[in-house]
């Protein structure tokens, strides 16, 4: 096989992307006029399959206290988050030119957050945007009280959580699902069986009473029990259990009930009572809130597991890599599965991660059926301006269901590259499969084994 610096000519990828496009248009009658050439990627065939061991953007916790502690004092099972620099001009900005101290005022720390709540919800209305902005609460208050924007509920949170950020209380984004579903069709997410729609809210935390209150802006409310603030998982609890006529919504001056498209809905009692909290069916948190210093990177969404809220799967396995100005699926979680699509579905621009877990990372391909291969290439991701290529891994073969896995191509130290390409004697395969060894990853993250794609050609 000729080497070729970008390993296929302009003309081929070229044929490629007539292909994609013909195909998406269902113009499949002029596929047969397209120029063929002999190097076919194998991985992107109808009928490959992608396995992979772990999902460093989905985590189904089944402890509660992995997710709900105290950010200063985390335990030794807890999951890691990521806190914004307190400093961050972003913050200080905030802070100084909305004066959210004085919007805030004196009280405790769930008292401030519920003023910074009605504060947000007075400046805009709910509309459906027309792009989605950077998760930046300066930029989205600003053009949100000129009306020069339309935001949603996730940008309503954004900017609850930094401005809470910004007086010093911690603060963090949580995605509730009503149900999930793998057949739906779009558009109809509110009235699927089950319903599939989404909603973000807040969570505040409060030293006062040692615990993390839920807060959502969009629709001006936090709920309560026996006098005390309730977190997103109580909520859920009192929703599983059946018990939602003991918990009390508290609404602001600000709070109406409406659809996505910010239409009122008739009765709002029943909406607050039993139609929000329904929303809490499956509760999610980002586990990270430095989307300030870190406009970009993967987020490990922490979904909580127990008899009724069934494991998840993030935007089909992806790494979450953070794309705050696209709109994106309409529907972001699954019933959980290890397949992913992501690496193999010919967009470079998505990538998959393990965890960072210190053990043996695995992708594993089932080709659509047996076929001769000759090459390997594995497309590594950029992230802060390096390429995390792992250093060591392995590729392996194997030929039919029960056949033994055997070695294709070792690598022992890999060099920071955008892809690496692997020409390997020929040879005959269902399955390959991609090693990375305890610690085999790329320098900054020496556990995660981390690519955008795999493609595999004949000889």
Known sequence: MQEHADYRTLDERLAEWRTEILTRMDRLDELPVLPTFPRVNLAREAGTTVRVDSFLGTANAHAVGDVYYDLTAPGPTALPFTSEDPDHPVLTELRERFRLEEVAGEGTDVEKAIRLRDWIKSLFPHHIPYRMPEWNALLILDRGSRGVEHFICVHYSVSLVQCCLALGLPARMINLHRGL????????????????????????????????????TDFDVHYQ?????LSAWEIHEALAADELAKIEPQRGPHSLSFNAYGEQLPDEDDFFATGLP???AHVTVLMRNDFLSDTDGPVTMAHLVDDTATPLLWHRGSDNRLQPHLMGPVVVAQPYTDVTPVLTDGNRRTGWASSDAPAEHTVEIALAGPRLLGRAVLHWPEYRLDYHSSGTYRVETRDGDDGAWEPWVE????????YSVHDAPARRATHVRLVQPEGGGSDEFPQRLWLTQVELYAP
């Open 181 to 216: 579903s793998d057949h739906y069709r779009i558009g109809d997410e509110a009235v699927a069986d089950p319903p599939v729609d989404e909603h973000v809210v807040a969570e505040v935390w409060s030293s006062d009473l040692d615990r993390w209150v839920m807060m959502d």
């Open 278 to 280: 329904a929303y809490y």
């Open 411 to 418: 690598v022992t130290s890999g060099p920071e590259t955008p």
């Open 225 to 229: 029990r026996d006098g005390v603030p």
